[in-house]
């Protein structure tokens, strides 16, 4: 498996306004994804984070909206542009472990809550 | 198209009952991968069983155990003897490949009254 951090673990924000989320991973994998799950929703894929390339979204979902950077193999960070209310959610990241790629594992999450 | 149904929304029973959480999914791989996930009240997803299509071998850990009917295309999760801490959303998901995106079902919240 794979120990995984985010920061912040939670937030309140101000609509009109942008937070970055960070995820630490313990060691290099190659794929990096982004979840968002809505309040007593399921999870949806935001989009893919591989290092050296661009993200690729899921549909629903803009690079503006949501910019993401990969600057290393235990490294991403998701932000959250111009926010409003309906941005409240809980944000994961998970990452496949090289070695078991079969399976995700996800970082605590953080909770945004946008006033 | 890929799909994964939990059909249960929402589940209480008292402590010490056996428990079931049902997964239904579909998928036109013959090549694929199904999980189960419990996302407790603190929010973070902690990974439970993963199963290929090629192992239809049923699983037991512990308190847990995993039936995989590919004749029926369910993979339905058992708690025996349930406990207090078993109460969170419990999600089944799929992924047709490895490193590929995973499909999440709805949940099942699961209470375990005491």
């Known amino acids: 498996s794979a120990v995984i951090s985010q920061k912040p673990s939670r937030d309140i924000c101000q609509r009109g306004t942008s937070l970055t989320i960070q995820c630490q991973v313990d060691?290099?994998?190659?794929?990096m994804f982004w979840y968002r799950q809505q309040p007593g929703q399921s999870l949806t894929l935001i989009a893919t984070?591989?290092?050296?390339?661009?993200?690729?979204?899921e549909s629903g979902f803009v690079i503006d909206k949501f910019p993401i950077s990969r600057p290393n193999l235990t490294f991403s960070t998701l932000t959250v542009s111009n926010m409003s209310p309906e941005d409240s959610s809980i944000y994961l990241c998970?990452?496949?472990?090289?070695?078991?790629?079969?399976?995700?594992?996800f970082g605590p999450g953080t909770r945004l809550l946008v006033l | 198209a890929q799909k994964v149904t939990q059909a249960q929304t929402e589940i209480s029973v008292v402590e010490k009952e056996d428990v079931t959480l049902d997964c239904v999914y579909e998928?036109?791989?013959?090549?694929?991968?199904l999980f189960w996930y419990k996302q407790p009240p603190s929010g973070e997803l902690v990974f439970l069983i993963r199963?290929?299509?090629?192992?239809?071998q049923n699983e037991i850990s512990g308190r847990y155990s995993w039936n995989f009917q590919k004749s029926t295309s369910s993979f339905n999760f058992t708690i025996t003897a349930s406990q207090v801490v078993d109460s969170a959303v419990y999600f089944c998901?799929?992924?047709?490949?490895?490193?590929?995106?995973?499909?999440f079902g709805k949940g099942t919240r699961l209470h375990i009254l005491p």
């Open positions: 998970s990452v496949n472990v090289d070695l078991d790629q079969e399976t995700q594992y």
């Open positions: 060691s290099q994998v190659t794929m």
């Open positions: 984070a591989n290092q050296g390339s661009e993200a690729t979204y």
């Open positions: 998928t036109r791989d013959t090549t694929y991968y």
């Open positions: 199963r290929n299509s090629f192992d239809e």
């Open positions: 998901a799929l992924t047709p490949n490895r490193d590929d995106k995973i499909i």
